[in-house]
């Protein structure tokens, strides 16, 4: 009987396995059939991005109230706890500049270009430099308070108490290099200060900064979460102590965490605010601030009652979710399955909204490794990628388009929108062109056309283990093999660290993303580009551009360390410009190293898939944060 | 054990002759008792076509269909990236990067079963020394090595083999300079390094048993040494046991790698196992929409668990004679 059974178990497995696979076959056809014929893009040109106008709108009117409740994926992933003077995630800015805080420069919270213009947010406007380019001064609001549990009006001192805070590395913050040009800024982080020399404020209402060098985005830098208005009464409980704020967070925004008007001062009895659980927790919730004067703001019109941003670890369930209703909006990265879902059916593609995502996807080569020590094999590999298969492993032209160069055009008013210096039939490489290129190359001393070199055998590749390299590796793989080059790929679950350390002296990565901090290209050129700025750990120059031999040697660099290219000047020359001048200065400088230096192949400009619920009404993207413009939406009542 | 037969005789008397004795020795008693277990059977059959396959299987797949293991087919992705299903061409279907399912299904045997039996093979035979050691020594010597086992027990195996493959993980040459190679051999090793204790306490078991034994004692009286004594009188009393658990570590070592490979810190990707495939329906939420990826690199699972553990509870029968069948 016992081996009846255990045969019968072994044929029920069998059975029952293809049973299975039969049933689950002719879905199978089904949803095939019907994706296969459905042109994603519309155009049914290559690379071409899906991005519409960033806003969904149900025809009626916004009225106030409700709940906005948004799954989070798996956790909130704060760099500092959510204290916003060292907090360097995006998403946490977006709360911070739509609903909890007011720096002196602000944004309209609009899609595409017009959510990248400044507006005076604390401040009454936006000033025009004086001084030659090196004084900026601003003048407060008036009318505006912090909310609980400090509730009185914000003043010039607040902000100054801010940047302070912010030049001080006790106090955690992450981009204090964008503020090093202000004078006497290094003499606090280099702790020979307390209080920055080069920012005043003359009276309540006008604080002043006066700069070393002419910097023509100042402005956009003061429009960062870190520069607004913290009250020192409750962030010198937390001296020293970074991120202990980010629970006591005071709002001077139209929201502030739930449980703020119960918290009190003195610091002895200050405990954390109750709405947020801590970057390891579960839940940020976020009520109406009774001291937000609605007046003093023309730009968010806050519908909603009550947010609620809930951490959830299976992003299935965050979308099933959100498609049921319970949750109306969610920060996750919707699958090739779920834009399949929406993109192929009528009433579902509407909530389904695109927008992009000032980002650039790419793979980063070290110019001081071989085989990529020489700019022959560099560009070889920028010939030979099949952008289009690797748009295809994102997810098709929905999640974004096929990036021909460094910084994404809406970074330049639409600049370089039609520059392609490694343009290929389809984007999808070219044999002979990679091939021509291949030959010039020192790894080719036979002119084959491939590299026969053993520089060019098992060349290490840092990969993450995400679905999407998963999909991207194979592809890479298969391209480089076109050109002679193989790869021993070490996947890694979260590959920065590894790929931000210069000593690993990693060839290759396939990791690397960059998106801008505020809108201007000198947010990827400075810090992926600038030689002076690499550093043993943490480094964002992954390719070790303008690396220099003294340089090599303090970050633990061995390689090809001698005549590597620099931009270093360039760099430092648009930064000083204003207008468009600065702008066609970027673009020549985004050429320049696409031709002459080329440490990147860059593959793809992500768009930004939203993906929201039923219940709400009125929905747009706000570009400054690329992501929900959360004080513009509404629900159903 | 023979008995004598009655034999009637004319007059009625009954009369004992004697039987014939059929002299069989213990491997034919075994060999019988084995393939009255005809599911133990079926489990040593497919073992052996999975071995067939893991050695053949992979190369053969590649070659009907002309399709290599690592090879994207831009034509089996839709236009959203989601992989298309089994055709006249790709008969499982295939994978996210637009990979012959059936081709890496294929040679998925060869590294499942590649590290089933290696890591199971090591871990038999450190846990065959360090528990005959213990067993027959005792004393300070069986504390000193059945603490170290009972350690390394309590240690979360995920959480150690997540360290040590990221460890070893982050260069080319892996660590301990070059000695652990991140990929398979780092699988190997963090598998049979969570394997070996379970077999080491049970040799430790038997040799306890078996060192008392009034077989050991005679060896010992007629002057056997240690070495000995551990070579010929106790190891082949182990030799069955061992073949049973190592029957038996096999699958659970294969679900280890699957388990691993989910996680993302098994075997690279360019090296196709049933675990590494069946992650990528994890990590990449197709589980609904592409069954393929989960039924076929499953079902192998399955089937090969099965097969083994069919195969180790006959064997065991087969080893004991006092089953009841």
């Not at chain 1, 308070?145 to 400090?150: A, N, Q």
């Not at chain 1, 913290?230 to 010198?236: G, H, L, M, Q, Y």
């Not at chain 1, 430092?572 to 207008?579: S, V």
């Not at chain 2, 590294?111 to 089933?116: A, E, R």
Request: charged share 15%; glycine share 10%; with cysteine.
């Amino acid at each position: 009987m016992r081996k009846f059974l255990r045969l019968a178990l072994l044929g029920g497995v069998v059975a029952a396995l293809a049973v299975l696979a039969a049933g689950c076959g002719s879905s199978s056809k089904k949803s095939s059939g019907s994706t296969t014929t459905t042109n994603a893009n519309g155009t049914g040109g290559h690379g071409n991005s899906v991005v519409g106008t960033g806003t969904f709108d149900n025809g009626t009117t916004a009225t106030k109230g409700g709940t906005y409740t948004v799954g989070w994926e798996s956790s909130f992933g704060f760099t500092n706890n959510f204290d916003p003077t060292g907090e360097y995630l995006g998403n946490a800015w977006g709360l911070y500049s739509n609903l909890m805080l007011r720096s002196l420069i602000g944004y309209k919270h609009l899609p595409g270009a017009a959510g990248n213009l400044l507006i005076g947010d604390l401040a009454t406007g936006v000033p025009t430099p004086t001084d030659a380019g090196l004084t900026y001064t601003y003048h407060l609001r008036s009318g505006i308070k912090f909310g609980p549990p400090v509730s009185r009006v914000v003043t010039s001192k607040d902000v100054k108490y801010a940047m302070d805070r912010l030049a001080d590395p006790k106090d955690g913050g992450q981009y204090s290099f964008y503020y090093t040009v202000i004078k006497g800024w290094n003499a606090v982080a280099d702790g020979k200060a307390t209080t920055v020399s080069g920012i005043s404020t003359p009276n309540d209402q006008t604080i002043v900064f006066h700069l070393t060098q002419k910097t023509g985005d100042f402005n956009r830098r003061m429009s960062m979460p870190a520069t607004a208005p913290i009250p020192e009464e409750v962030a010198k409980c937390f001296e020293g102590k970074p991120g202990d704020y980010g629970r006591d967070v005071v709002s001077t925004g139209p929201y502030m965490i739930q449980g703020a008007d119960a918290v009190k001062l003195p610091c002895s009895s200050l405990k954390p605010m109750s709405g947020y659980d801590g970057a390891n927790g579960s839940h940020i919730i976020l009520v109406r601030n009774p001291d937000y004067n609605q007046s003093t703001d023309q730009y968010r019109k806050n519908y909603i009652n009550t947010f609620k941003f809930l951490v959830n670890s299976n992003a299935d369930d965050i979308f099933a979710k959100v498609q049921a209703g319970q949750y109306d909006d969610e920060v996750s990265t919707p699958t090739p399955k779920t834009i399949r879902q929406y993109a192929t059916s009528h009433s579902l593609r509407p909530r389904m909204i695109p927008n992009v995502g000032d980002r650039t996807n790419y793979l980063s080569m070290n110019l001081t490794q071989p085989p990529f020590d020489d700019i022959h094999v560099r560009k070889a590999l920028n010939w030979i990628t099949d952008k289009a298969a690797l748009q295809k492993a994102w997810g098709g032209p929905i999640p974004g388009s096929i990036a021909t160069h460094i910084v994404p055009p809406v970074l330049y008013n639409n600049g370089l929108a039609e520059y392609d210096p490694y343009a290929t039939n389809g984007e999808q490489g070219d044999v002979a062109k990679a091939q021509a290129e291949m030959k010039q190359s020192k790894y080719d001393p036979g002119h084959t056309g491939k590299c026969t070199a053993k520089q060019c055998k098992g060349v290490l590749m840092i990969a993450d283990t995400r679905s999407v390299d998963k999909t991207m590796v194979p592809i890479l793989e298969a391209d480089a093999a076109k050109i002679g080059i193989t790869y021993t790929v070490r996947s890694i679950n979260g590959a920065y660290p590894t790929i931000q350390t210069p000593s690993k002296n990693i060839p290759i990565a396939e990791r690397p993303s960059w998106g801008k901090d505020f809108a201007d290209p000198y947010t990827f050129f400075a810090l992926l580009f600038d030689g002076n700025a690499i550093i043993k750990s943490g480094n964002t120059n992954y390719s070790l551009v303008g690396i220099t031999p003294t340089i090599a040697k303090s970050v633990g660099v061995t390689g090809s360390v001698n005549n590597v290219p620099s931009v270093n000047s360039e760099i430092a020359a648009c930064a000083g410009k204003l207008g468009q001048d600065r702008t066609n200065c970027w673009e020549q400088l985004d050429k320049k190293l696409m031709t002459q230096v080329v440490p990147w192949v860059p593959y793809l400009w992500p768009n930004n898939v939203f993906i929201i619920g039923p219940n709400v009404t009125h929905w747009n993207y706000d570009q400054f944060t690329d992501g929900p413009a959360y004080s513009l939406v509404s629900v159903k009542g | 054990m023979t008995s004598p037969s009655e034999v009637v005789t004319s007059g009625g008397a009954v009369a004992l002759q004697p039987a014939v004795v059929s002299h069989k020795s213990p491997s034919r008693l075994f060999w019988e008792r084995f393939a009255q277990d005809k599911a133990a059977v079926v489990g040593g059959v497919v073992v052996v076509l999975l071995i067939l396959i893991a050695i053949f299987g992979g190369p053969l797949a590649a070659s009907i269909t002309g399709h290599p293991q690592n090879t994207p087919y831009e034509n089996m992705t839709d236009a959203y990236g989601v992989p298309l299903g089994p055709n006249s061409q790709f008969w499982f279907g295939a994978d996210s990067a637009g990979r012959d399912l059936f081709v890496r299904t294929m040679y998925g045997a060869r590294t499942s079963l590649l590290v089933g039996i290696v890591a199971s093979g090591l871990a038999v035979l450190i846990g065959l020394i360090v528990g005959l050691t213990a067993g027959f020594f005792g004393g300070i010597v069986d504390t000193t090595l059945s603490r170290s086992a009972d350690v390394l027990l309590a240690v979360p195996q995920i959480l150690i083999a997540v360290g040590i493959v990221a460890a070893c993980s982050t260069t080319k040459e892996g660590c301990l300079g070059g000695l652990v190679q991140p990929g398979l051999t780092v699988v190997i090793a963090v598998i049979t390094l969570f394997s070996w204790s379970y077999i080491a306490r049970i040799v430790r078991g038997f040799t306890l048993s078996l060192r008392e034994k009034e077989f050991v004692e005679s060896a010992r009286a007629a002057g056997a040494g240690n070495l000995r004594i551990l070579r010929s009188e106790i190891f082949p009393n182990l030799v069955g046991p061992l073949i049973v658990y190592t029957t038996l570590l096999i699958p659970s070592n294969i679900l280890f790698e699957a388990a691993l490979s989910y996680l993302g810190l098994g075997i690279p990707d360019s090296q196709a196992s049933w675990g590494s495939i069946l992650s990528e329906v994890g990590t990449s939420g197709l589980y609904n929409v592409a069954w393929w990826l989960m039924v076929f690199p499953g079902g192998f699972l399955i089937i090969t668990t099965l097969a083994f553990n069919l195969l180790g509870d006959g064997l065991r029968d087969a080893f004991d004679v006092r089953t009841d069948r």
